[in-house]
């Protein structure tokens, strides 16, 4: 008895030796036979190798240590199979070959360190002159087996043996999408709009050399069409990669298309930019880093898609990217009700660092942000009715023009303290004010020459914008979708406004200048009827809106580029259907007609035809 416990140890040791070395011995014969050919084997490679007895060169493969890729050959010389079908298969063999030798290796490195360990266990167990029993039951050897497969197929599986050019662990953290559309884009003016000298395009003022206001021909001025139909065959396509990094971060870059770059679109015209075939320029449309340490809260840095719940395009545009930091955060409170909350800061203009250029003397920055927070909730009563509501404070800061100082202005490269004020993007409808406040002087002939004029925005914009969508299922797949959204600039002041404006006024009998005639409200409904999402061949929707923004109810930059050539000061109706041709492959049809809500009579038609693709 006491010998018997004497050699637990050294048993129990041996286990593990003897069962390693069985679990692995299959393998390693199997290596052997694939490594070291017989001697009755090399006989064919020999006479394989030699020349035939007419003196050409024997186009017959040389035999493989691997008895599979030898009959493939063979059935390849026969004509069994073609060549292709035969090399794909001797990959194939090979690469399992490939595998089998790197578990043999990997076996017999654990057997020596099974052999290592029961060697030093059964040292210390065993006094000197002690005889060892080595005896390994079989369930200690079908789990050895069982551990060092799997270990060898994980080790497999993580180095890509099989495949040896396949993708790297970190190419599968990356995914990739991408869009295409293509469009044709008509644009209608009907009768009785007032000539383009009643609407001055401030944007390509702003934007390029200031104008020279001593002019009285009005036809001296960038104006916008008003009379003339256009049509233009558009395209847009836009490749973005999203990835996984870790603890929670991801990372997101899209390139796109883009004539210009305009926050609100990312079309280009072709035949456009040069025409004559040209090719055409990418911008960054994202990049950005998310941090989302629990499913219902996240937050974003960079340039990013719009954080805000905004189903209308009655503040934002659909494609427009927001710079900077955002957080977000929902909670399901009951079942069914979900409150979220979202918060952020964006630069919208960062002064040049070194402004005035063309001046010793720099001054001061005229940075502007936009503050912004929204406050919801989803319900959901029952099934068939899902409903979203959302209210969101937008503040826009130093947006607003301010009258510079007294400013001496020669010529069109002078500069004077607020230029920098003036948007450097604008569409139509936003009321402005003169900024520079021109010194009369010998130089420009005491005020009557030389009058070089920027303009500012003549209204501070401290949105309001309440929004609501409700989905009723009943009759699914078919749903019934409500959209709305209201508006209210709560920074308009009316008399302020009026003291500076130079456009959006009323005209009158004697064509005199009438009063100031902006507003500072917007609404916008639609119902949308038909699939929810198109995700397969037939597929389908349609909707209708209404809607009504007045002049400086929102930032006319960032708010839809479609309607009334984009921007405010508008009213009217939209119409729309959408078809699925196939899975990720629809067809767009938008028309849509608008007339000006105050000021020079202006009516617009645009019909929108588009061909969408997405993977």
């Known amino acids: 008895m006491t010998t018997t416990r004497r050699r637990r140890p050294a048993v129990r040791a041996a286990c593990a030796f003897w069962a390693a070395s069985l679990a692995v011995l299959p393998a390693t014969a199997a290596g052997w036979a694939a490594d070291k050919p017989s001697a009755a084997a090399d006989a064919p490679v020999a006479a394989a190798s030699a020349k035939p007895d007419d003196g050409t060169v024997s186009k017959k493969k040389p035999v493989s240590p691997i008895a599979m890729v030898n009959l493939i050959n063979t059935m390849v010389e ?189 079309n280009q015209t072709l035949g456009a930019s040069g025409g004559d075939f040209s090719k055409y320029g990418l911008w960054l449309d994202r990049g950005y880093i998310r941090y989302r340490p629990i499913e219902q809260a996240s937050l974003e840095v960079g340039r990013f898609d719009n954080p805000f719940f905004s189903p209308t395009d009655l503040v934002w545009n659909k494609d427009i990217g927001f710079d900077g930091v955002a957080a977000e955060g929902h909670y399901e409170l009951a079942k069914g009700f979900t409150p979220f909350v979202v918060v952020g800061a964006f630069p919208v203009f960062n002064t040049d660092f070194n402004y005035a250029t063309n001046q010793a003397t720099k001054l001061s920055s005229q940075d502007r942000y936009l503050f912004a927070g929204q406050v919801g909730a989803e319900w959901k009563p029952t099934p068939e009715i899902a409903v979203k509501l959302g209210a969101a404070f937008y503040d826009f800061t130093d947006i607003q023009g301010r009258l510079s100082d007294p400013c001496v202005v020669n010529n069109a490269s002078d500069v004077c303290d607020t230029d920098a004020l003036r948007p450097s993007f604008a569409q139509l409808g936003n009321t402005y004010m003169a900024l520079r406040d021109i010194v009369s002087n010998s130089a420009n002939s005491y005020g009557t020459t030389s009058q070089y004029q920027y303009y500012g925005l003549a209204s501070a914009f401290r949105d309001l914008a309440l929004t609501g969508q409700v989905d009723l299922s009943y009759f699914n797949p078919v749903h019934v979708i409500f959209d709305g959204e209201y508006v209210r600039n709560l920074a308009f002041d009316r008399s302020a406004i009026g003291a500076i404006a130079v456009n959006n006024r009323a005209g009158t009998s004697d064509g005199t200048t009438g009063a100031f005639a902006g507003g500072a409200t917007g609404w916008y409904v639609r119902m949308t009827v038909g699939d929810k999402e198109l995700k397969a061949f037939g597929d389908w929707n349609v909707n209708v809106g209404y809607k009504y923004v007045e002049s400086d109810a929102v930032v006319d930059a960032f708010t839809d580029s479609d309607f009334g050539l984009g921007g405010t000061n508008v009213k009217g109706y939209t119409v729309g259907a959408n078809y699925a041709l196939g899975k990720n492959v629809w067809t767009s049809v938008r028309w849509v007609s608008a007339n000006a809500v105050a000021g020079p009579p202006l009516a617009v038609d645009v019909l929108r035809v588009d061909l969408n693709a997405k993977f």
């Open 78 to 266: 026969e004509k069994l199979i073609s060549e292709e079908k035969g090399a794909a298969l001797i990959k194939q063999a090979e690469d399992e070959a490939y595998v089998a030798r790197q578990a043999v290796k990997d076996a017999a490195a654990k057997t020596d360190e099974a052999s290592q360990a029961a060697n030093k266990a059964a040292a210390a167990a065993m006094p000197p002159g002690t005889k060892r029993v080595a005896y390994v039951p079989e369930v200690v050897k079908r789990e050895l087996r069982e551990e060092i497969k799997k270990e060898v197929m994980e080790k497999a599986q993580q180095e890509n043996w099989a495949s040896p050019g396949a993708y790297p662990e970190w190419a599968s953290r990356i995914r990739f999408s991408g869009d295409i559309r293509a469009r044709w884009a008509g644009t209608f003016f009907p009768g009785g709009n007032a000539d383009g000298g009643n609407f001055p395009n401030f944007n390509a003022i702003n934007t390029g050399n200031p104008y020279d206001t001593s002019k009285s021909n009005p036809n001296l001025f960038p104006a916008y069409d008003t009379d003339q139909n256009r049509n233009q065959f558009q395209l847009r396509a836009r490749l973005g990669a999203e990835a996984d990094l870790s603890n929670s971060f991801t990372a997101d870059v899209r390139i796109g298309t883009g004539q210009s770059s305009s926050p609100v679109s990312e």
